[in-house]
């Protein structure tokens, strides 16, 4: 008998097949567009995706469906997989129970946390004397100009190197007592009994209005301040690697003296007594480093802050 060759599908059934097919990869697009968008969140496309897995959702492949998610990207999602279990090539519909589990805590914990970033445009970064809080955010400054600072005032004579309205705004304290009295001040304090500094109000609230996120650095006393008067802001505590580098990084700046320093470093210990007041601590091994915690704090949409 001889032997036949397959037959080939009909004409009209490979083009109903490949509408079929971009309109599936359409359907996908559609899902990790939303995602990324925030119109759907990551929890409900898994749930979709356990209950259909021979649906869009389900069918969509993992790697697909992390990108999707804000803030992960490719280096993130190797290392996800990785703590996951779960390989690269699966779908989402396609992942074991034990995959789905671990995938949703994954997914539960991640947007728990940026529910808490998000409840506020305003984020405060705080620490004790000489952590590098004027560093960190004169790196984000020069590094991130998307990020926007905005400048404190203070009646200290300026450091080597600062800039009038670019680090500082240097006031006396008759100016700093009117701004006081006018109500233009979101926070003020007395630091280390000597000088004083405050956060002007005016371009702090206006960015607020425009959308923007905020990022005021200031002292712990103004922090404490602006959690009274904006019980949603988002405080950020940076720290030392340890007691004896606060005391290296305080000494080696050689800025103050014998009395300053041992006045500051008193201070310093009162301070780092107060780090659980934060909603985020974040460690200054390195300059770099810390201000890139901060940057990915802010969610960057347009922002502005505040230096002391």
Do not use: C
Not at 135 to 144: D, F, G, K, P, S
Not at 173 to 198: Q, S
């Amino acid at each position: 008998m001889p032997e036949t060759s397959p037959r080939r599908p009909p004409e009209v059934d490979r083009v109903a097949a490949s509408r079929a097919a971009v309109a599936a990869r359409r359907a996908r697009a559609t899902v990790k567009a939303r995602i990324a968008d925030g119109q759907v969140s990551a929890l409900q496309i898994l749930d979709r995706a356990i209950a259909d897995p021979e649906g869009v959702e389900g069918r969509l492949r993992v790697t697909d469906f992390l990108l999707s998610v804000p803030a992960i990207g490719a280096t993130k999602l190797a290392k996800i997989l990785e703590d996951l279990g779960i390989s690269p090539a699966k779908r989402v519909g396609g992942l074991g129970q034990k995959q789905r589990v671990r995938l949703r805590n994954f997914l539960i914990e991640r947007e728990a946390t940026n529910r808490s970033r998000k409840r506020s445009r305003l984020i405060v970064l705080a620490g004790p004397t000489a952590v590098g809080k004027g560093t960190v955010a004169n790196y984000i400054r020069e590094h991130h100009p998307e990020v926007q600072l905005s400048v404190s005032a203070t009646t200290r004579q300026p450091r080597p190197g600062e800039v009038e309205g670019v680090n500082y705004y240097f006031v006396d304290d008759t100016e700093f007592d009117r701004m006081i009295v006018e109500g233009e001040l979101l926070e003020y304090a007395t630091v280390h009994n000597a000088y004083r500094y405050g956060t002007p109000r005016a371009p702090i609230e206006a960015a607020l209005r425009r959308g923007e996120s905020v990022l005021l650095e200031i002292d712990l006393q103004g922090a404490r301040q602006v959690r009274q008067a904006m019980p949603d802001a988002t405080l950020v505590f940076l720290l030392p690697p340890s007691w004896d580098e606060l005391v290296r990084r305080l000494v080696g700046r050689g800025t103050e003296g014998e009395e300053e320093r041992e006045r500051r470093l008193a201070t310093a210990k009162i301070e780092l007594a107060a780090q659980n007041e934060f909603d985020v601590k974040v460690v200054n091994n390195t300059v770099a480093e810390a201000a890139e915690e901060v940057v990915d704090l802010i969610k960057t949409r347009g922002n502005s802050g505040s230096s002391r």
